[in-house]
């Protein structure tokens, strides 16, 4: 027997280190000049990701996630491996990232800015999500597995009566400085928006918005199955 406990000791130090190891490729623990925590419940945990012109973070992981750029840039993504690809990250676009590995440059001449909504659940959901809504136009512009990221521009008229709910969360980004006003839950609202704010609705959560900045107000919204 005595063979099998050494075996077993061997194992759980494996496992404690292979542990360790994954902590210790969280962006927020292992780069927290570039990563900083927006907000994190049982859905999403959002990122505002930030890189000066020519700064560099170290090997990280994340979760399957939605990147949206809130200022552009020329981007080099190094994998394990030692391969490396460089992408141009227009300001307004977003993509869908699988589960993976990195490490990201800045190789530009100008800062980035992007916000990054990781999903949690063990898998993807089975909520539709919206093509339309009254009042709203919508673009896609990033679909994946568990959700995708869409432009909307609200009309000047928009407005969801108190109440309103929809069955898919969503992380509502403000794209520009704007004038909107968003209820969640009867809380008091929030009416001032700058560049790069973030809310989050839940699926089934009541709530109440309405454009008051009489002017065509647009936001990216992160929809999630």
């Known amino acids: 027997m005595k063979p099998m406990r050494v075996s077993l000791a061997v194992l759980a130090v494996a496992f404690a280190c292979t542990t360790v190891t994954l902590v210790a490729q969280d962006p927020l623990k292992v780069d927290p000049t570039h990563y900083h925590l927006v907000l994190e419940n049982a859905a999403v945990r959002v990122l505002h990701i930030t890189y000066a012109a020519g700064s560099k973070s170290v090997m990280h992981q994340h979760p399957d996630s939605i990147v949206y750029i809130l200022n552009g840039g020329k981007v080099r993504f190094t994998t394990p491996d030692g391969k490396s690809q460089d992408q141009d990250e227009p300001a307004g676009s977003a993509t869908y990232l699988p589960a993976g590995t990195h490490l990201p440059s ?18 993807p959901g089975t909520a539709v999500l919206p093509t339309s809504r009254p ?5 896609t512009l990033a679909e994946g597995p568990r959700g995708m990221a869409i432009k909307s521009t609200a009309d000047a008229t928009f407005n969801e009566p108190a109440g309103t709910k929809h069955e898919f969360d969503q992380v509502v980004i403000a794209t520009a400085p704007t004038q909107m006003s968003l209820s969640i839950e009867g809380k008091p609202a929030k009416t001032t928006w700058a560049k790069g704010d973030v809310q989050f609705i839940g699926r089934g959560v009541a709530h109440e918005s309405r454009n008051t900045g009489g002017k065509p107000v647009t936001f990216a919204i992160i929809a999630i199955k």
Do not use: R, S
Not at 106 to 123: D, H, M, Q, R, S
Not at 135 to 139: A, E
């Open 135 to 139: 009042g709203m136009t919508i673009t």
């Open 106 to 123: 800045n190789i530009g001449t100008t800062p980035t800015e992007a916000i990054l909504v990781e999903f949690k659940t063990p898998k």
